[in-house]
């Protein structure tokens, strides 16, 4: 199994739970953040003073796949979540070791 953590733009969370719906991936966890990497960050003015924003809002979400949906789900999340502009965001792959489902004792694939 491996664990999908994609950071990504706010406005395109709904084409990415679409595409992953589309490919069979059930749950996923989202998570509203804020933070920054190439892009820096921005400057804005607020009543005429200047100030520095460094930390953009983001989403991350997660998702637990088996190994072999989880390149499908890659493709998925990155051609969803590409506006071909900086800040489209990153995605992390780990390995997982199992996985419970609380309310039946279900574990690894069978939890998913």
Do not use: C
Request: aromatic fraction near 6%; hydrophobic fraction near 40%; glycine fraction near 10%.
């Amino acid at each position: 199994m491996q664990k999908i953590e994609a950071i990504i733009k706010p406005f395109k969370i709904d084409d990415v739970k679409e595409a992953l719906h589309a490919i069979g991936v059930q749950g996923m966890t989202a998570t509203e953040v804020k933070g920054f990497g190439r892009q820096k960050g921005h400057t804005e003015v607020y009543r005429g003073a200047e100030y520095v924003v460094d930390f953009l809002p983001k989403v991350k979400l997660e998702i637990v796949v088996s190994n072999d949906k989880a390149e499908e789900a890659l493709t998925a999340i990155s051609t969803a979540a590409d506006t071909g502009k900086i800040g489209d965001g990153k995605i992390f792959v780990t390995a997982l070791e199992d996985v419970v489902r609380i309310r039946t004792g279900e574990r690894g694939e069978e939890a998913i």
